[in-house]
């Protein structure tokens, strides 16, 4: 019995384990069956002890597979970032005095590790559907190496890796990621603007022979001229996504080394203008969104002067841009009212700029200093321009002359120059009066426009529309007004005459045609006498008897 009994202890003692190995066999079933629970397993072992650093690699090698398609590349990159982030907040991959060989090789294993991390994660980044993911995985793991990688007394920000994750975006097609990145980055932190300035500076100055890949231009653009939030003191700089430097002295410190970096990039966007079309795009915020970030806005000046020599429309959008380094700047450019009085061709009130070149007229010619046959020949040019311009120009050009005149009361002969010699009075009733005003001259100083007069202005007064010739008429009334606000003149088009036109109450009904001609264009043949139509008395048809009937 007893030996019988010790028997069945045994027994039962070699059962109990097979049971257990069964379930923990089964267990090991399952978690291989989920490859989330699979990756969480290996991520606790990894950050529970350093045995397990291995599945570092075997959790690298399953980021791959995110090119199939398949959910487990993107739930080890997620691993991943938790583990690194963690380990180098522990201070795994930093080295530190007293640390023997063997653990000095772990660290840099470590580092070779997070490395290759990160190139993976650039790779995503290419990756469409995935990108945003990848973006928000990659400036995590940059946040936490410019916390815990380096030491505590030195600040280092991680420029390397960002310029890597700039030239990845800029490569691509996306434009949501891209947005992503500035609206939840740049915009937001002081330091990640910095040096996304730095990191454009890189990329251009990183092409092979300055070839440019087909939509660089406009990838570069689009980014820097969203981030048009330049600081002006030193107390703006408050927001860094890395913590900032201690020094006072450092440069992410400093307001004039903020816009240094800016000036450099939209420098370096500007060295990849190979047509009109980008130069265009350039020139429309130069003065509002590129100018404030230069600390030597004298810079801009060949780009400038350039585009405002080379006329037309390149002219209108640099006009801007040349008027406020002449103000701020103090540039010479003695010939800038000459090339002005260029611009104003017949071209001028038909262009799509034109509203926005008569707001900057206005201000050109606001100083009561300029002499007043130079202001003279700008008014008459643009009286004899009206003439053939559409009626939504027509609208602003007397309002804007009747301002001229108040502000220079000495071009008002003009408008009432009267002829007192009999002689002349006696050629000029015989003749008719000659127009002194030199029209193909290109100096206005040299047009003798102050010696003419603004007979223009009475053509319009006749105008078919009726909206034209009432404006047209406050230059022959008194001037009791001080000023027309322009604002309330310069953006009418077709459209909106069209729109007052119909909104109009109709008082008394237009006249029309009361009687229905039977024949058009050919002679009555009929037995009672019609006066024919005046196409029929002045061209023969051919075809008499032959009438076309109207019904």
């Not at 071009?411 to 009075?425: A, G, L, Q, S, V």
């Amino acid at each position: 019995m007893p030996a019988s009994s010790e028997k069945r202890k045994r027994s039962s003692a070699t059962e109990k384990p097979t049971k257990r190995r069964r379930a923990s066999s089964s267990s090991s079933n399952d978690e291989s069956e989920d490859p989330n629970a699979k990756i969480l397993l290996m991520e606790q072992g990894i950050l529970e002890s350093r045995k397990n650093y291995n599945d570092i690699t075997v959790l690298l090698s399953t980021v791959d597979e995110f090119s199939s398609g398949k959910p487990d590349g993107m739930l080890a990159a997620v691993a991943l970032c938790r583990i690194f982030v963690r380990l180098l907040a522990q201070g795994a991959l930093t080295p530190k005095k007293g640390l023997s060989e063997k653990e000095l090789v772990v660290v840099n294993w470590l580092k070779d590790q997070f490395a290759e991390y990160k190139t993976k994660l650039l790779s995503i980044l290419k990756d469409e559907d995935l990108a945003t993911t990848a973006l928000t995985l990659s400036m995590r793991s940059l946040k936490a190496e410019g916390e815990h990688l380096y030491t505590k007394d030195e600040y280092m920000f991680p420029r390397a890796f960002l310029r890597e994750i700039m030239a990845t975006l800029l490569a691509s097609d996306n434009s949501e990621v891209v947005q992503a990145f500035v609206e939840e980055y740049a915009e937001q932190f002081d330091d990640i603007r910095y040096y996304t300035f730095n990191s454009v500076k890189y990329v251009v100055d990183s092409l092979p022979d300055k070839h440019v890949p087909a939509g660089l231009f406009d990838e570069i653009f689009s980014l820097l001229s969203a981030l048009d939030g330049v600081p002006e003191s030193a107390e703006e700089l408050e927001d860094f996504y890395v913590p900032k430097p201690k020094k006072k002295t450092h440069s992410l410190r400093n307001v004039n080394q903020h816009k240094k970096q800016g000036q450099e990039a939209w420098l370096a966007l500007m060295s990849l203008v190979r047509g009109k079309d980008q130069r265009k795009q350039l020139l429309e915020v130069i003065s509002t969104v590129i100018a404030p970030w230069f600390t030597q806005p004298e810079l801009l000046s060949d780009f400038l002067t350039s585009s405002y020599e080379t006329g037309g429309s390149m002219s209108l959008l640099a006009l801007s841009g040349v008027f406020y380094l002449i103000q701020e700047r103090n540039l010479d450019y003695p010939s800038f009212y000459h090339k002005l009085y260029s611009l104003l061709d017949r071209d001028i009130l038909h262009s799509k700029y034109r509203s926005r070149f008569f707001r900057l007229l206005d201000t050109f010619l606001g100083s009561t200093h300029l002499p007043a046959a130079l202001v003279a020949s700008f008014i008459k040019r643009l009286a004899r321009l009206a003439l053939n311009a559409p009626p939504s120009a027509i609208v602003f050009v007397t309002p804007w002359i009747y301002n001229l005149l108040k502000r220079h009361p000495s071009c008002t002969f003009m408008i009432h120059r009267e002829t007192r010699d009999p002689e002349i009075k006696k050629h000029t009733k015989e003749h008719g009066a000659e127009d002194p005003f030199l029209a193909d001259e290109t100096d206005p100083m040299a047009t003798n426009a102050i010696d003419s007069c603004l007979w223009e202005l009475v053509q319009l007064q006749s105008h078919y529309h009726p909206n034209i010739a009432t404006i047209s008429k406050i230059i022959s009334e008194q001037f009791t007004k001080q000023s027309y606000n322009m604002e309330d003149f310069l953006d009418h088009s077709y459209a909106t005459l069209l729109e007052g036109e119909m909104s109009k109450e109709v008082k008394k009904g237009p006249v029309i045609e009361f009687q229905i001609p039977k024949k058009v264009f050919l002679p009555h043949d009929g037995p009672e006498p019609e006066q024919d139509n005046l196409f029929v008395r002045l061209w023969d048809f051919g075809g008499a008897g032959q009438g076309t009937e109207v019904a």
